[in-house]
């Protein structure tokens, strides 16, 4: 690819700009959370939160967003709150990303979409709460998440609290599998379930410190086998939900969504509306502690990725 190409795109923000000439740590954060993931003020509290939390500990945030066609590495307190609070902002995939592009149109970006800014940028990890995934009856719908084959194409790592509780999470793993996807869990054995902390499926290896994900991470990349590293970090004990009233949440929710025919890009934001109000908000509560605990587990480990 020739940066000459694309780089007429791209916009890095002061902070960010610095942080590559120094070769410093960089993190990148997705910004569909702040503009169709959480009602305001709770989203630029979230988002100014977790890029505290990755300057806390030793590295540079770089959320992502298009904003008048630019694609955005990095963004300005202003920036930040206007992603939070338009309402003129397409939810941007990437069968969306170049389109919005080249209209100048303004998108958050999602998984897949944040994992092509940061490949365009060069950036080496990417913090967000859960990743998509195979949902539900996939089999009838063949509704899966362009995040697992993004996150299978480039060399990167993103920490995640496992994929959303909503999807089919056995199926996830199984397309991860097929992909080639090493997935870790962080000081567990198990896969978080996104707002609990254990699912019963077992990720492939369990990662005990940051220093080690990162040493991982380099080796696939040194080796030549492309593709990314999905770093599961579970939700602290003290955030994680009632597993029984969750996934009765969640039951609900599908049914309601089937019975509206809601298909698509539209069905996660549905879904997490539906739980945040079944869970009385306590669904919002435990998405952001997760996110916030993912910006310092991605910090940490972006510190040995960029030695």
Partial sequence: MNFDNYKK?????????????????????????????????????????????????????????????????????????????????????????????????????????????????????????????????????????????????????????????????????????????????YQTEYMPAFFTRKSDFKVDYKINDPKEAAEAALTQWNLGLKGGILLTNPIPEKDSMDKEKIDKAIELALKEADEKNIHGKETTPFLLTKVLEATEGKSLEANIALVKNNAKLGAEVAKYLYE
């Fill in 9 to 185: 795109y791209l916009e890095f923000n002061d902070e960010v700009k610095k942080a590559m000439e120094e070769n410093k740590p960089i993190v990148a954060l997705e910004s569909t959370i702040i503009s169709h993931g959480m009602p305001y003020p709770q989203n630029i509290e979230t988002a100014k939160a977790c890029e505290e939390i990755i300057r806390q500990n030793g590295a540079v945030p770089a959320t992502t967003a298009i904003i008048n066609g630019k694609i955005k590495i990095g963004l300005t307190e202003e920036e930040l709150e206007f992603m939070a609070t338009s309402k003129d902002i397409i939810k941007t995939s990437r069968r969306d990303f170049a389109y919005i592009v080249s209209k100048k149109l303004n998108g958050a970006t999602t998984v897949a979409s944040t994992i092509i800014a940061a490949r365009l940028a060069g950036l080496k990890i990417f913090v967000t709460g859960g990743l998509g995934g195979v949902h539900r009856n996939a089999e009838v719908t063949f509704d899966i998440s362009r995040d697992l084959e993004e996150l299978a194409s480039n060399e990167i790592m993103i920490v995640c609290a496992g994929c959303k509780s909503i999807l089919d999470i056995g199926l996830t793993l199984e397309y991860l599998e097929t992909k080639g996807v090493p997935v870790f869990g």
